[in-house]
């Protein structure tokens, strides 16, 4: 399955504000979740993504490096080396910020952990709801790749 990111729309076939059973018709079952007051997180098998639900809508869909044709306009965010896709990001969004293990690039909708570290098998990347982490980026400091 093609797992492309489109910017506050979704990833691949799940789409942004879809309820659990809507995404349960498209990628199946959740194998786990945890469920706390009204923040739902859906798990399934490590080559499909993690879902996070906000008041019964999709928020926010994250992709390990488990899964397979992870996309950006075009670019495979798994398959290129993580500096040179943090650059990539970093550019198309105008500018990258960071706190506490997360990278933010608001105007794309797009969040990850710092790809140029660490074992790959620990990374991800996340798209996420308009306006999801407006109330937060105070905490973020800018940071650059370039």
Request: glycine content about 10%; proline content about 5%; aromatic content about 10%.
């Amino acid at each position: 399955m093609e797992w492309e990111i489109t910017p506050f729309i979704g990833m691949g076939p799940i789409r942004l504000g879809l309820s659990p059973a809507e995404v349960k018709a498209i990628i199946g079952p959740p194998e786990s979740a945890d469920d706390d007051d009204g923040y739902l997180r859906e798990y399934r098998a490590v080559e499909l993504p993690i879902v996070s639900y906000e008041n019964n809508v999709v928020t926010e869909i994250e992709a390990s490096h488990d899964v397979e044709n992870v996309t950006f306009r075009g670019r495979r965010i798994f398959d290129e080396p993580g500096l040179t896709i943090l650059q990539f990001l970093e550019q198309e969004n105008g500018g990258a910020r960071w706190n506490v293990g997360t990278l933010l690039f608001k105007d794309i909708g797009i969040t990850s952990g710092r790809l140029d570290e660490g074992a790959c098998g620990d990374h991800s990347v996340t798209a996420f709801s308009q306006g999801l982490w407006d109330d937060r980026i105070g905490r973020f400091k800018e940071l650059t790749f370039l």
